[in-house]
């Protein structure tokens, strides 16, 4: 365990399905961040909040909408995916400042059938 | 073209090998980061650097600022060290750009 916790490890969801990615760290961290990671191409960043604030959004579209109700969890709610948002979800956290280190969760692996 | 490359982007060694994973980007950066992966997904941060070299068991992590190019040196390599190395950075705003990440595997 690395101090960020995510959860479900493994998840399958129809195109009408509606399910919430949870993430939660008692690292103290102030920012945390949601990635997607999809098959041979370099993570991208989806989401990042400071302080509960989202304060980046990553042209993402409107069918991951994510919410920070405290500094120390963050969910990743999902409607209406497309079999092309399979991919594995990754969150970390960090301190929030210029020099703070990253921590990440193991991820969950989303498949939408 | 990726801000971020990281060559090469497949490694087999032989256990004990010295193994070098080299990464170079072409932004401005407060930080570099290298991360690994294993096949489970989780992601563990092996070293933040801004300049210099840092050392961790054996690893060793090198970065050279003004050619905007990192390095990444694993000694005695081992099976367990399969997995995949990611670089990323850490440009202006608080977030990370990555590379496409270097798969390494270490056969006995």
């Known amino acids: 365990e690395t101090g960020v916790t995510q959860t479900p490890r493994h998840l399958v969801m129809g195109m009408t399905n509606k399910k919430s990615l949870k993430c939660e760290q008692h690292l103290g961290h102030n920012a945390m961040y949601w990635y997607k990671q999809s098959a041979k191409k370099p993570l991208e960043l989806m989401f990042v909040y400071n302080f509960k604030e989202q304060t980046e959004n990553n042209s993402v579209p409107s069918r991951f909408s994510p919410e920070c109700p405290n500094s120390s969890h963050l969910f990743l709610h999902l409607h209406t995916l497309q079999p092309e948002d399979s991919a594995l979800y990754l969150c970390?956290?960090?301190?929030?400042?210029?020099?703070?280190?990253?921590?990440f969760g193991s991820g969950t692996r989303l498949t939408v059938v | 073209k990726n801000e971020v490359e990281q060559s090469p982007q497949n490694l087999t060694a032989q256990e004990g090998e010295f193994i070098t994973i080299n990464c170079s980007y072409s932004?401005?950066?407060?930080?570099l980061h290298w991360l690994q992966q294993h096949p489970g997904g989780g992601i563990v941060s092996l070293f933040m650097l801004s300049s210099g070299k840092k050392k961790h068991g054996r690893l060793i992590a090198t970065i050279n600022i003004q050619e905007k190019h990192s390095s990444l040196h694993i000694t005695a390599s081992h099976p367990r060290d399969s997995a995949v190395y990611i670089c990323a950075v850490r440009s202006g705003t608080d977030k990370l750009i990555f590379g496409t990440g270097t798969r390494l595997q270490v056969f006995p």
């Open positions: 932004v401005g950066i407060s930080a």
């Open positions: 970390a956290s960090s301190p929030g400042h210029h020099w703070g280190g990253y921590t």
